[in-house]
């Protein structure tokens, strides 16, 4: 026996939980460092008694919250979460379900059962939010809600058309049903409350909790978010990728994720029209995909016979699971075991993150090979595994798998009439809008000091450039390169620079028809106007070059003005206009009257 722990030793341990506690403590309070809340104004008399035994009374309320809340932490990360603890060379792989029920007390006993379908399945099953209800639905149509903790079979009936997918809505109340055409919504007694004729073809639907969504996608592959507590659609998304049939949402951000028939994998939000986030997961197509309650890694099976675990911070791959077969179905507990299953039988992982994890925690295999599970689900807060196959349904025991500790304002799965009553009320007040949807909630209610950053810079080079262009504007070139009596003379104008440069025409593009019309007319008449003005110039052109001296020296013996000749000797055409303007007309009757006589005159001369 080992002797018990001296003076010293206890001493040392009660230090050492202090020293914890007051670390703990630090992370639950409300003030500075000393855990004493800062003091607004001190006040210059001396306070009352009254007033200083409520003061003591507050700070130590205060101390003892801190130390409960630092004491129940401590315990709780101290406490096992309920595995299995094997002994030295003992192999979990061996162990079975019916070693683990025998071990087991009377109620846990009763938790582990199997239903025998044979005629309408392969089957689909769901539990409720807090783990009560159980929801099985058959491929044909059949279609049942009972208490599985009781035994109480609330409701059954047979749709009589075929079934893709079932999910519970916001509490056991209500579920929604992917049946063949349309998607319907029934109570847990199996009655239609409503149909949803905008959701057609849907191969898998999911619910968004905290924000009232119900997600769907499909045939056509189109992703819809339909807001059940107005009863309206909040986005429709087109993947453009083809039918989709694997969809699963992140409960840590609320971003949905799709899985493609090619092996892609896209995160969608109600309000980006552009997937968040996509990669190529497998070469195969995608069968399934799940995510831990943190959203830290996700994890994607594929046709591949591949199971991947994928960072969500940083989207790379951490591990790659291979498996013997196609696997059907993953799913993870709200501890973070992992199960696959693949043709009849389920393997549950346990630090499936670290590279040195090769084997299982558990595993399983239905007796019968024809039992092909086709869904997996954890229950909520019990160590419990659904596992749905084609001939029915089948619970297994799985220690360590739920959370022991649950939060009432999520989930109680011990509410009374009452408190049922009241929880859809509470659910709608603390609903959050689709818009807080995003990849990094942790951003909302922080300052973007992005965006000022930006505008700051932005602002900095306008003045920059302004400047730059005033100094351009005033100095032609530096006054470094030249000598201070050339400042002056090198200095360039605004005006000069203006008056010596060719001001541009500014063009308006037309936007409407009018204007349009508008522009072409005036574009036209602007062409007319500088033809006439070039056919005006050409005109005085010639003018100037027809001017003829009117020098009698000039004229020969003839009457005849002589032509000057070209240095080639010939002589040079003058070229007449078709029309003169009134001057010239006057100068030529001159010319011709002076001609005239001036033969008139040789005439008379020569018969004298």
Known sequence: MSEPPSRDDVKAMEKQIKKETKAKMRKYNRGNESGEMQARYKPEVDQPDRLKAKLRNAKRMKDEALKSAAKSEMIHDSVPKGYIELDEGEDARKITQRDIVAQADFQTKRKAFELYLPKLGPYMACFAPNGNMLGLVGEKGHMSFFHWKKFKLFGEVNLKDRVHDIHFLHDDQLCAVAQKKYTYIYNNKGSEIHILKNLQDIKRIDFLQHHMLLTAVGKHGVLHYFDVSIGREAGIHKTKLGPCDVMKHNPWNGVVSLGHTHGTVTLWA??????????????????????????????????????????????????????????????????????????????????????????????????????????????????????????????????????????????????????????????????????????????????????????????????????????????????????????????????????????????????????????????????????????????????????????????????????????????????????????????LEMFRTKKETFARETRLSSRR
Not at 332 to 356: F, M, R
Not at 565 to 581: D, Q
């Open 270 to 587: 109600p309000k980006s029209s552009a997937p968040l986030v996509k990669l190529l997961g497998h070469k195969a197509p995608l069968v399934d995909i799940a995510y831990p309650l943190d959203g830290r890694y996700m994890v994607t099976a594929g046709a591949d016979s591949q199971v991947k675990i994928w960072d969500t911070r940083t989207w790379k791959e951490v591990r790659k699971l291979h498996q013997k077969s196609m696997p059907s179905s993953i799913d993870i507990s709200q501890s973070g075991l992992l199960s696959v299953s693949s043709n009849n039988k389920v393997e549950i992982w346990k630090d499936w993150t670290l590279p040195d994890t090769k084997s299982p925690y558990l595993t399983h295999a239905n007796k019968n090979n024809q039992d092909i599970i086709t869904r997996l689900r954890f229950c909520p807060y019990e160590d419990v595994l659904g596992v749905a196959h084609t001939h029915g349904f089948k619970n297994l025991l799985v220690p360590g798998a739920g959370e022991a500790n649950y939060d009432y304002y999520v989930a109680n799965p011990y509410e009374s009439q009452r408190q049922r009553m009241e929880r859809p009320v509470h659910q709608l007040l603390d609903k959050l809008p689709p818009e807080m949807i995003m990849l990094n909630p942790r951003s909302i209610g922080k300052i973007d000091t992005r965006k000022t950053r930006e505008k700051r810079q932005l602002k900095q080079l306008a003045e920059r450039q302004q400047q730059y262009e005033k100094e351009k504007s005033n100095k032609g070139i530096s006054e470094g390169d030249i000598d201070s009596s050339d400042v002056e003379a090198a200095i360039i104008r605004p005006e000069e620079e203006d008056a010596t440069r060719k001001p541009k025409a500014v063009i308006k593009r037309p936007k409407h028809l009018k204007e349009k019309k508008l522009y072409l007319q005036k574009q036209e008449h602007q062409r007319w106007k500088a033809k006439q003005e070039a056919k005006r110039n050409r005109e005085a052109n010639a003018g100037d070059e027809n001017k003829v001296s009117l020098d009698l020296d000039e004229l020969n013996e003839t009457g005849v003005p002589t032509e000057p000749e070209s240095e080639v000797g010939t002589p040079r055409k003058i070229k007449r206009r078709k029309k003169a303007t009134p001057r010239k007309l006057d100068a």
